[in-house]
């Protein structure tokens, strides 16, 4: 008899210690998402975009959030331009970038979606902001901030994407490539649109 209670008390002891065990597991699994969360956009958390699921390293993952928001802010500035530029060059410039970036953004959300990754649908609010402010600008002021953005982020985005050609998922790796040359074509006619404006 003091054997069957023994035995039974042990069986619940261990079974204690196992629930608290993985209590512990997930509060620190929570609080490690929560501490290490870097997607934030116009200052909210975007649910899921931690996803760890995707098979991608950090890197991949980073790469397509990084290159997401900078699809976004070259079509919003671009929309933007189409409005306010005085310039034909700059709005038939404005044009292709809603074109090319768009069917980019397209493709890398594919790539994404495919990869379980959530990229931001939105601008953080910094870039917004500065979206915002361009937004009451016209004329050759206008034209000439925004192709020297154009010039500056054009710049970033090759380096970013150069980062992209050597990534090891093959479909990150293809979208970097194609996209890049593409990038290349932008930032050479931005230049030579700033000297013309100069």
């Not at 397509?64 to 079509?75: D, P, R, S, Y």
């Not at 990229?119 to 979206?131: I, K, S």
């Amino acid at each position: 008899m003091k054997r069957i209670f023994y035995i039974g008390f042990a069986l619940s002891c261990a079974l204690t210690f196992q629930a608290c065990q993985s209590a512990d597991k997930k509060s620190s699994t929570t609080k490690d998402s929560v501490q290490g969360d870097t997607n934030m956009v116009n200052g909210n958390h975007v649910v899921g975009s931690e996803s760890t699921q995707s098979g991608l390293d950090e890197e991949g993952s980073t790469f397509l959030k990084k290159a997401a928001v900078g699809g976004i802010m070259e079509v919003e500035a671009a929309k933007i331009a189409l409005k306010n530029a005085k310039s034909a060059e700059v709005k038939s410039f404005a044009s292709q970038m809603l074109t090319d970036h768009t069917q980019a953004n397209s493709e890398l959300k594919a790539i994404a979606v495919d990869k379980k990754v959530i990229t931001p649908d939105g601008l953080p609010a910094e870039e917004q902001m500065h979206l915002d402010e361009m937004k009451k600008m016209t004329g050759s002021d206008f034209d000439k901030h925004y192709i020297d953005m154009m010039v500056t982020d054009h710049e970033k985005t090759v380096e970013l994407l150069k980062q992209g050609t050597s990534n090891r998922d093959q479909a990150i790796k293809s979208w970097a490539t194609n996209t890049l040359k593409v990038i290349e074509g932008h930032t050479e006619k931005a230049k030579k649109l700033a000297l013309d404006l100069k």
